[in-house]
């Protein structure tokens, strides 16, 4: 007998089957091979290496700013972590827009180099031609509609997207052709919970809302928020799972305190 334990992945196959069943599914970015260890073996379905990563790891204002290369650095971290989640990259601002070999050649990079299992990528009609040559190549795409946090200079804010009827009716017509193209599921970012249900209830792919109500296939949160790493962004859709923030500073101003008052180390954390 092996002693190896059989690892079930998850693939797009089961994720289809779970929306099928009416389970939900789970998703949490990671960007980095401890986190990524730790939500895997949590039992999460899906990671998002999201390009949130400029934000959260490399502290820049928007999502534009990261880089290809930076994106697979972040994602093969990951995937050597991880043993049963799927595992989608985000394709980085400017490697797929307007330019379908562009975008074909960023997704293989993504693929070949990192290891990811699909890739993501923001926007319906306007990039139709680069989603549809990612996957003539057998890559796996995810879309991604609603607030785009890439296209946040056209938007000019972070706010609920899609309150007016004819963006709702171009957002449901863009999710149909995503569907149409073959995309194995499509995120939902900060819409109306109505409409996002309507969404869920016409495409027969999975849906995975983040701000986007209770009736779509599955929940994805940027990992750090929900975690409480980051206190400062608090929007009405986030759940703080737990406050790390407290639990780190309290730790580290402990570790400080006892370096200070010669308690750490001691002689018995010495050789
Ligand atoms: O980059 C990211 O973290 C995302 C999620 C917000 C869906 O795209």
Sequence with gaps: MSVHQEVKKVT???LQMMKNR????SMLTAYDYSMAKLVDAAGIDMILVGDSASNVMAGNETTLPITLDQMIYHTSSVTKAVSRAFVVADMPFGTYQGDSL???RSAVRIMKEAGAHAVK???GSEIRESVERVLSAGVPVMGHLGLTPQSIYKFGTYTVRAKEEQEAQKLLEDAQLLQECGCFAIVLEKIPAELAKKVAETIAIPIIGIGAGQHVDGQVLVLHDMLGINKEFKPRFLRRYADLHTVITEAVQQYVTDIKNRDFPNE????
């Design 12 to 14: 797009t196959h089961q």
């Design 22 to 25: 009416g389970e939900k599914i």
């Design 102 to 104: 562009e975008a074909l």
């Design 121 to 123: 990528m923001e926007g």
């Design 268 to 271: 018995k954390e010495g050789y």
